[in-house]
């Protein structure tokens, strides 16, 4: 079974989003959106080529899978697979990613 691994950023990410949509749409919406996500994870730790790199947004050598209306960033070479961040699409992630480069 192919694993992945999860940077601090990461998640932090994700306890943001969780409690973000427990608060705005209720526990329910926030369950069905991290189960989605989790569910993209184990997709991306098997199949890692599967995203796409956004050389517009970052020189990083990261790839991007978008999951609702969140992206998934990751480092494709790394084993296990290395979660980056969890971000919400709004974001400005150019300038993200500029300021500060991914780290795992």
């Keep these: 079974m192919s694993r992945f691994r999860l940077s601090p950023e990461a998640q932090s990410?994700?306890?943001?989003?969780?409690?973000?949509?427990?608060?705005?749409?209720g526990p329910t919406l926030a369950r069905h959106v991290l189960g989605e996500i989790r569910r993209a994870l184990r997709v991306i730790a098997e199949s890692p080529g599967i995203g796409h790199k956004r050389e517009d947004l970052t020189d990083e050598k990261v790839?991007?899978?978008p999951v609702?209306?969140?992206?998934?960033?990751?480092?494709?070479?790394?084993r296990?697979?290395?979660?980056v961040r969890v971000i919400h699409g709004a974001q400005d992630v150019e300038?993200?990613?500029?300021?500060?480069?991914?780290?795992?």
């Design 13 to 25: 990410d994700l306890d943001a989003i969780r409690r973000y949509l427990t608060r705005r749409g």
């Design 63 to 65: 790839k991007f899978w």
């Design 68 to 78: 609702f209306s969140y992206l998934i960033v990751y480092e494709p070479s790394m």
């Design 80 to 83: 296990p697979i290395g979660i």
């Design 95 to 104: 300038t993200m990613f500029s300021e500060k480069p991914p780290q795992m």
